[in-house]
């Protein structure tokens, strides 16, 4: 799964004019754990119908708030720019596939 990058000055705008759900993966440079989850991401296959991105925390300090962030990496889906639900994060690329698919599908 690709994440490419998106900035605090176009978050906004992006998440709201997204056509279906879109995965933030929230992260910080320097934590092991995000570079964990972001190598087990790249082995999950792309989800029809999401689309993904990496967010930088240190970049969006007022996503981070709005999530109530206490760790990172946070997974989070958003549908029409608001949260939907948190997916667990797992640095084995099979869990973080079936979590993904999981909360995708919805309870």
Request: aromatic fraction near 2%.
């Amino acid at each position: 799964m690709r994440l490419p990058p998106l900035h605090g000055l176009d978050l906004d705008r992006t998440l709201h004019d997204a056509a279906g759900p879109v995965l933030l993966v929230i992260t910080r440079p320097g934590c092991g754990a995000c570079r964990a989850v972001k190598a087990a991401l790249a082995d999950v296959e792309p989800i029809e119908g999401l689309t993904a991105y990496e967010v930088d925390a240190t970049d969006a300090p007022a996503l981070v708030e709005e999530l109530s962030l206490s760790h990172l990496p946070a997974l989070w889906i958003l549908v029409g720019g608001e949260p939907v639900t948190e997916v667990p994060a797992s640095p084995a690329a099979p869990r973080l596939a079936h979590a993904l698919q999981a909360a995708i599908a919805g309870p």
